[in-house]
């Protein structure tokens, strides 16, 4: 006797991952016909997958299988779902920055692939001025910034950033070859030292208002000079 082959069915829905680099999407199979077994295998190939509760991303074959109507008859339906991801969030804070005598503040430079996000900076010992919530803060401490960038999806990704601090406060110091002007010595080099050197300096002599470390004098009287660095303005002796 010759049967009619029993005819397999089933149904499949999905949860897609929620966020990029998460295997937290689902796989359900609902209305197996009876007698019917299921498998899942990720692209078709290698082994069944029906036991996990979560998934990754990918594309996976979905087949149900039963014994026909007649002796070694198997009956088999598939069918083909995809599991997607939403696109991966790159964050960048940006360059390291440094606080110095002259920039108490800096701004910082963050980045982001995500334009249609929020974004929040927050720090380990530093201190935030403002901007926050915003690519580009305005800080005055040193430490270290995280900006983290959520998407509307509610997925999150972070970069931290280190700023620095160079405050050291030079010292200026006024060296003579003499200390008295007279009839055989009719000038005098003096000469602007600088310790603690926090870039390229630049001299200012009061009065003479000559730029150069050393200058030449022939009068007697009370000398000073300005020293002006990248990050820093001190007055000398």
Avoid at 163 to 192: D, H, Y
């Amino acid at each position: 006797t010759i049967k009619e082959p029993i005819k397999v069915m089933f149904d499949v829905s999905i949860n897609n991952v929620s966020c990029y680099g998460d295997a937290d999407g689902t796989i359900t199979v609902i209305g197996v016909s009876d007698g019917a077994s299921t498998t899942i295998q990720l692209n078709g190939l290698g082994e069944d997958l029906s036991g996990q509760s979560t998934f990754g991303p990918g594309t996976y074959l979905i087949t149900a299988s039963a014994a026909g109507g007649n002796d070694g008859d198997i009956c088999i339906a598939t069918k083909e779902v995809i599991i997607t991801e939403p696109s991966q969030i790159i964050v960048n804070a940006g360059p390291s920055k440094t606080i110095t005598c002259k920039d108490r503040t800096v701004e910082l430079n963050g980045s982001s692939n995500h334009l249609n996000a929020t974004y929040q900076w927050t720090t380990q010992y530093g201190v935030i001025d403002s901007g926050d919530d915003t690519l580009k803060p305005i800080v005055s401490g040193p430490g270290i910034y995280t900006l983290t960038v959520t998407s509307n999806e509610g997925c999150s990704s972070s970069d931290d950033v280190r700023v620095n601090i160079n405050n050291l406060k030079p010292t200026v110091t006024i060296t003579s070859t003499e200390t008295e002007l007279n009839c055989s010595i009719p000038s005098i080099t003096l000469s602007a030292n600088v310790t603690s050197i926090q870039g390229t300096p630049s001299y200012l002599w009061l009065g003479s208002f000559e730029t150069t470390p050393t200058i030449e004098v022939t009068e007697a009287g009370e000398y000073k000079v300005y020293v002006e660095f990248t990050e820093a303005h001190v007055q000398g002796p």
